[in-house]
């Protein structure tokens, strides 16, 4: 139940896009149509998925002063988490360059389509930025998946709701100098404001049926 | 104010390096309209938008962008020659990632509160489009002393945004600008109005406005910004 709150909370309340504002770039970039939009998003949640996980894995028993093995072996604790940003990102370059391998078999449209934007994911900062909440906010290695998987979803949402908006734009008049860049912006403004009405919802609390 | 603060800087780099030609200082002044990193080329949006509420920690996060942008670049057009292609990705990145833990980690000794207020944001100057996009773009195909001005350029046409932004949200959203307080009914001023005879206070009628302090407002400024520019410098509209 503690896992399916933070599900919820990572896709929803806390959405990283439209809450946090990370993994803006690709987000604003790649929204022009839904098909690439869907493409894009179905890749962050798997390298959210994976690269959560493991840098839980390398910041627990690499890093972690109390528990990481070098701290076992000399007797004394090591702190290494200056090391975090490295290694973090280390991981999410591999990940991302084994998503590019996948997409680029097993779909080479999608692959052509996202062109630049695919290895730019490495510097999606929805990603880097999910690890290193993932630390500050001490999550358990179960947590850590499930707050991968709902932020990816979060992701996933945003990118493809408001790729949907702008099809439907293409049809508006809007002002020649806002057009394009500048009313994604806005668009994404109202949508933030939206979201935000979920913000001082407890799903604990609702699904205890308070 | 930002803009001030900009060029200054701008005007120290010129007035130092008796190399500066016409084609040098356009990389230093095209980013800071026409080729615009936020309004323009659309990179560094990510790490911007939530540290705009504030103008301190704007400045400080916009200084941290141009050193990590500025020897980011120089360094990796150092290695350009000698890096293979396969891993190049590995290695630009390891050079962003250095640089930013010295940052992090001078913030941490000598400015903790502004550390702890920028928390997160500080590590994802590495995951910022800016800095990788300049230095694929650039500093792959350029002479190092080139490359290391277009990372200035571009660190500050991205730091005088920030700052722009953060100066509207700050002044609307809590009355004060870095800090001191300009307008609004409370009394703590820069400036006493009262004993000076203006009146009672500076526009102290005015209520803060709560939709500037959250993080959607940036977008909306930002946006705003876009418009402005492009209905000034008309060769930048969309035309798709």
Redesign the interface.
């Known amino acids: 139940m503690e896992l399916v709150n933070i599900f919820i909370k990572a896709a929803f309340i806390e959405n990283m896009v439209l809450?946090?504002?990370?993994?803006?770039?690709s987000y604003?970039?790649v929204s022009k149509t839904v098909k690439t939009a869907v493409g894009l998003g179905a890749a962050v949640i798997f390298v959210l998925a994976i690269t959560m996980p493991i840098n839980w894995v390398i910041y627990t028993f690499l890093l972690e002063p109390s528990t990481n093995v070098l701290s076992g072996i000399v007797g004394t604790e090591m702190d290494l988490t200056?090391l975090r940003?490295?290694l973090f990102?280390?991981v999410i370059?591999a990940m991302v360059q084994l998503v590019e391998m996948i997409i680029e078999k097993f779909s080479p449209a999608l692959y052509t389509s996202l062109g630049i934007f695919l290895?730019?994911i490495?510097?999606?900062?929805?990603?880097?930025?999910g690890s290193?909440?993932m630390v500050?906010r001490e999550y358990a290695f179960g947590e850590s998946v499930a707050f991968g998987i709902g932020s990816g979803f979060g992701f996933f949402l945003a990118i493809v709701a408001i790729a949907a908006i702008r099809e439907k734009l293409r049809y508006s008049a809007v002002?020649?100098?806002?057009?394009?860049?500048?009313?994604?912006?806005?668009l994404?403004?109202?949508m933030?404001?939206a979201f935000?009405s979920l913000m001082g919802i407890d799903p604990a609390a609702l699904m205890a049926g308070k | 104010m930002a803009d001030t603060a900009v060029q200054e800087k701008d005007v120290a780099v010129k007035s130092s390096e008796p190399l500066f030609g016409k084609k040098e200082r356009a990389l230093i002044t095209d980013p800071l309209n026409d080729n615009n990193p936020v309004t323009v080329q659309v990179l560094g949006i990510c790490s911007a938008l939530a540290v705009t509420t504030l103008v301190v920690p704007s400045f400080v996060m916009a200084i941290a962008v141009v050193f990590v942008c500025a020897f980011a670049n120089l360094t990796v057009s150092l290695l350009r020659t000698s890096m293979p292609k396969q891993v190049r990705m590995i290695v630009q990145l390891v050079v962003i990632a250095f640089l930013v833990t010295v940052v992090e980690l001078v913030l941490k000794a000598f400015s903790f509160t502004v550390y702890k207020q920028l928390s997160v944001f500080i590590g994802l100057i590495i995951t910022n489009c800016i800095v990788m996009g300049r230095l694929e773009a650039f500093a792959m195909a350029n002479k190092p002393w080139r490359s290391f001005l277009d990372g200035i350029g571009n660190g500050l046409g991205y730091g005088g945004i920030l700052i722009i932004v953060a100066a509207i949200r700050e002044i609307f959203g809590k009355g004060t600008f870095a800090g001191y307080k300009l307008i609004g009914p409370t009394p703590e001023y820069l400036i006493d109005t009262v004993s000076a005879g203006w009146g009672s206070t500076l526009f102290g009628w005015y209520a803060n406005n709560g939709l500037m302090v959250l993080p959607a407002a940036a977008l909306f400024v930002i946006g705003i910004l876009i418009w402005i520019q492009r209905s000034w410098n008309t060769k930048l509209v969309d035309i798709s």
């Open positions: 809450a946090y504002f990370l993994g803006m770039c604003l970039a200056f940003l490295i990102i280390a370059a290895p730019l490495t510097v999606n900062c929805a990603i880097l930025g290193l909440f500050s002002p020649p100098a806002l057009r394009g860049l500048g009313i994604a912006f806005i994404t403004g109202l933030g404001i935000m």
